[in-house]
């Protein structure tokens, strides 16, 4: 027999060297090269397994395309329901959600009748039915099995011939060919690619958990993303209820689509009208927040942005931000200097968005001005109106993307005027005490107020 072949892999990008290096020369990670052990398989063709091309024009043999779990927001976030034999990857912080999202996803699909098997390789097949029992689900035939073995996990799915395969989590399982103890680089690289290979082959589709670590990353090799079809991250803090399922990537639909969800003591409910959410803590006083419009993969939401500028301690002021890139803050701030004559090098600011959320859409950059130039005169803004618009590098208040249904969001949740880029011509009926307060540049906001 062939000896085992030995190589290090980076557990970062995957890069493969017959030599360990304190450095990966792939991604110049440091350390991240760990040593993995792979029979070689047999190079001898087999004609009865070979494959022969097939016509796009072919359309004899086409399986349902996808399958709707009810679970409006998870459905979305996929793209209109989960694939036909696809591969998705569910990532997100321990104690997140992740395997409540799952079960309360197998759930539903097992109540229309779709064959799921639920493969839990870290969690007893009590704590499962703990959890069903919390999410009230206890009632219905949700084959489990505590498993963590690649070659046994394998056996059952052949057995069961099943529509959908959760595995919790990737990093727990582990085949008895590789060396390695589970969720070492070798491990996961090759559990999930004969996973892969049985999904497409057999026709179910996949759902692999995947735990991040402290930097952000799935934890195992980049290479688990550019593999699978669909990358969705469970986001949230623990601190508050809102968990957010948002696309990352995805081969059957838009990618940055995102689902709301609430953590609830019995599981987790859709939130079906974002806007309301993130916005209904407002304050009578509104010093230093605004409201601004994003867009979020097919949907916009109203968000709150908060900020406080306060005369700084230090030698060096403070900036600090949450929910957006901290470069925006300097950028903007060095707007204000520039353009408008405002000096912020004696104050401190603080900006968040409120609620926990994330946004990079730059439609923020008007509001997130609006919010700090409120703090720094300690006037409260116009609270009746949203704010939209990007912050260019001379000053000006430039266009966004998807302006009318941003718009429309912001009439339909009762404001009663828009400050947004001068000169946009919408096509869009505005209601009669709808109020559009177009702005050229930043210096206008000052004025605006
Ligand atoms: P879990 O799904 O185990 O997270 P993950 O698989 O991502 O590690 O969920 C863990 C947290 O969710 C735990 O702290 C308890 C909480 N939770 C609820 O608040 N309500 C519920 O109905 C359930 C099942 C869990
Ligand atoms: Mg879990």
New binding site residues.
Partial sequence: MARAKSSYVCNQCGYESPKWTGKCPECGQWNSLEKSEVQPKTTRIQKSSLKTPQLISDNQTAPQSRLISGIREFDRVMGGGIFHASVNLVA????????????QIAGALVKKGITVIYVSA??SFWQIKN?AQ??ELDNLDIPVLVETELENILYHTGQVNPQIVVV??IQAIYSQNIAGAPGNVSQIRECSSQLFREAKEKGWSLFL?G?ITKEGNIAGPKLLEHMVDVVIY?EGD?FN?YRILRSLKNRFGPAQEIGLFL??????KEVTNPSHLFISEQSANRVGSSVVCSFQGSRPILAEIQALVARSNYGVPQRTVSGFDQRKLALLLANFEKHCGLNFSYYDVFVKIAGGLRIDDPAIDLGISAAIYSSYLNQPLNDQAVYIGEIGLNGQVRSVSQLEKRVEEAMRLGFHSVYLPAWEDLKISIKADFKLLPLKNISELLKAK
């Fill in positions: 997100g912080d321990p104690g997140i959600g992740k395997s409540t999202l799952l079960l870290e969690e959890r919390r999410l919790d989590s958990v735990h469970f623990t209820q953590m609830e003591k019995d599981g987790l």
